[in-house]
């Protein structure tokens, strides 16, 4: 690995331990099960380390830095929460048995996204592999796990990470993690990480204790800017570097979602991203695996997807919000907030064509110009959701999917995520029409942060709700109601959605037309409430119609065309009867989608 460089090293990587703290007078190490110390030499940019310690799995520590005794910044196990000391973590010692693994190209990514804490009733690592066998049967190619990295308490979406090399105690820690990604590898599954570099959590945080960590020239939503162009600010490049690095590396993460980049705050020659690109490129040569960065970003701004070659900061992908929006209000959203912005049908359907909605154009709520052309980037360039943890999650009352519309709709969303021709990616329990809402939660302990978090909420909320009933995100009880309820799989209607999921997934995945993601092989069209989306391959087409009235709708189609799939029909929980092949004018019922090709066999 010297050819990374990463210049931080984190324990366990051998018997140098290095810690950066530039304006320390003394640091040492402290280890309270054999109550003894050990003194750092302080070498060049504002680092101390020593070669003395040979770190023994397992083995607790502090950093006592001029005294003050604090847990390792760099730390990869903190087993009693935030405020306890470090644990020495080895991850070299664990039996990989994902040798000939592959990651999947990018196009082939069909994700599932996960919350370990409410995905099962136990919420650890462990119990997610026991839904492997469901997920690939599903036809699930990658999971996208929410962040891991130590946050405070037991209870926490994972935003309020404090530790962003240390892998959450509650769910398992770093070794479980390692099992999980060796299973999901046995069972095909590439693995997404949520990676949070853009701010740090409050309780428990002593960064700064050890260096400039922040910066006061950029302020965000979550207070003073990781230092990523100031003074100082050379070593915190490094540390984030080498931390999505470690993902890779060491626990065979096939790829990354970087939570909110558009909050990165980095105006030097370099853009921090780019550098991560550069050096997971580097990482790649040398590991032979491929590696995917994907970006959860709001600016319609291409560069973030760009390569570095053409000035761009070389993320493979991005989460697109603008195409869950539209298809929110296509199918009865209320035009509130960040939905204002999008008229429904035509906004979906330019969405299709184009993934960026503003992509040049005044944006009346933000009352400006907004966006760049996306029309050159692949589809593989872009994650598109009827639903995500934000989505559902920044509801007040965390509302899924499926208890805002009709079942019908159910079905039209989902088809119209399957056949866009981006990454879908579903949220864990909508294949099935999960009743359960899925709402914010946190453990914190102090009753100032606490309070804030409770008024937080409230205030970004109240263009969208009003009222008293106003979950706690403090409450045990809030973080319960979003446990996924999996023993209610058994209505004859989650039934049927899940069947009907599994049906469009295959439907994706067999044909050829759907699973190439050509947007320049793409016309589509709106007539009144239906769009109308032609895909092509090779020698074969595919039809899709979107009918979002909730009239039906008369087609023409080709000669030729066979249908594959119609929501509306009896099977999938509709009334109306099948299609046959060779029908020329046929008529698509409200909210309801159909699926045809010609030359697939």
Request: contains cysteine.
């Amino acid at each position: 690995m010297n050819n990374i460089d990463p210049a931080y090293r984190t324990l366990g990587s051998g018997p140098t331990f290095s810690v950066w703290a530039p304006n320390a007078k003394t640091v040492e190490l402290y280890f309270p099960e054999k109550k003894s110390r050990l003194k750092l030499k302080r070498l060049e940019f504002g680092y101390w380390a020593t070669s003395q310690w040979i770190a023994r799995e397992g083995e607790l520590y502090w950093i006592e830095v001029d005294e003050k005794r604090l847990a390792d910044p760099a730390s990869l196990s903190q087993p009693h929460g935030v405020n306890g000391p470090s644990q020495v973590f080895k991850p070299s010692t664990f039996r990989w048995n994902d040798s000939q693994w592959k990651n999947h190209l990018l196009d082939e990514y069909i994700i599932y996204e996960i919350h370990t804490g409410t995905f099962t009733d136990t919420g650890t690592f462990s119990s997610i592999t026991e839904k492997l066998s469901y997920l690939s049967d599903l036809g699930i190619t990658a999971i996208e796990i929410m962040p891991v990295a130590q946050f405070p308490g037991e209870r926490n979406w994972g935003y309020d990470v404090v530790f962003p090399f240390a892998v959450q105690n509650s769910y398992g820690g770093p070794r479980a993690l390692q099992y999980l990604v060796d299973e999901c590898h046995r069972a095909g599954i590439a693995v997404v990480l949520d990676v949070v570099i853009n701010h740090l959590g409050p309780e428990g945080n002593n960064m700064q204790t050890f260096g400039p960590y922040f910066t006061d020239k950029y302020k965000t939503p979550w207070g003073s800017a990781i230092n990523f162009d100031d003074a100082g600010s050379d070593a915190v490049r490094k540390y984030y570097i080498e931390n999505v690095l470690m993902w890779f590396r060491d626990f065979h993460i096939d790829a990354v979602r970087l939570d909110a980049v558009h909050a990165i705050r980095d105006f030097g020659p370099v853009h921090i991203l780019s550098e991560i690109r550069r050096y997971s490129d580097q990482l790649s040569a040398i590991t032979g695996r491929t590696y995917y960065l994907i970006a959860e970003c709001d600016l319609n701004d291409v560069r973030y997807i760009k390569t570095r070659q053409l000035s761009g900061y070389g993320m493979n992908a991005q989460w697109m919000d603008e195409f869950h929006h539209a298809l929110r209000v296509s199918t009865g959203e209320k035009r509130k907030g960040y939905y204002s912005d999008f008229n429904g049908i035509e906004h979906l359907a330019k969405s299709f064509r184009t993934a960026y909605v503003y992509d040049g154009i005044y944006s009346a709520h933000r009352d400006r110009t907004f966006g760049t052309s996306a029309k050159e980037m692949p589809g593989s360039s872009f994650v598109v959701f009827s639903q995500n943890h934000d989505q559902v999650g920044n509801r007040m009352l965390g509302e899924r999917t499926s208890t805002l519309v009709p079942f019908e709709v159910l079905k039209l969303m989902a088809t119209a995520v399957l056949i866009s021709p981006y990454l879908p990616l579903l949220f864990m329990g909508e294949e099935y029409g999960e009743p359960n809402p899925f709402l914010y939660f946190v453990s914190h302990e102090g009753k100032d942060l606490i309070e804030a978090v409770r008024q937080g909420r409230r205030k970004e909320f109240e263009h969208f709700f009003s009222g008293e009933n106003f979950p706690d995100p403090q409450s045990a009880e809030t973080f319960g109601r979003s446990k996924l309820s999996w023993k209610m799989m058994n209505t004859m209607s989650q039934r049927i959605l899940h069947a009907f999921y599994r049906k469009l997934i295959h439907t994706r995945k067999s044909v050829s037309a759907l699973r190439t993601l050509n947007r320049s092989a793409l016309t589509v069209n709106v007539a009144g409430n239906c769009i109308r989306i032609t895909r092509q391959h090779s020698d074969e087409d595919v039809l899709c119609i979107l009918n979002f009235s909730d009239e039906p709708q008369k087609i023409l189609l080709p000669p030729g065309y066979l249908p594959l799939l119609y929501s509306g029909e009896k099977q999938w929980g509709g009334d109306a009867e099948s299609i046959n092949p060779g029908d020329t004018e046929v008529v698509i019922k409200g909210y309801s989608g159909f699926i045809a090709t010609y030359g697939h066999v």
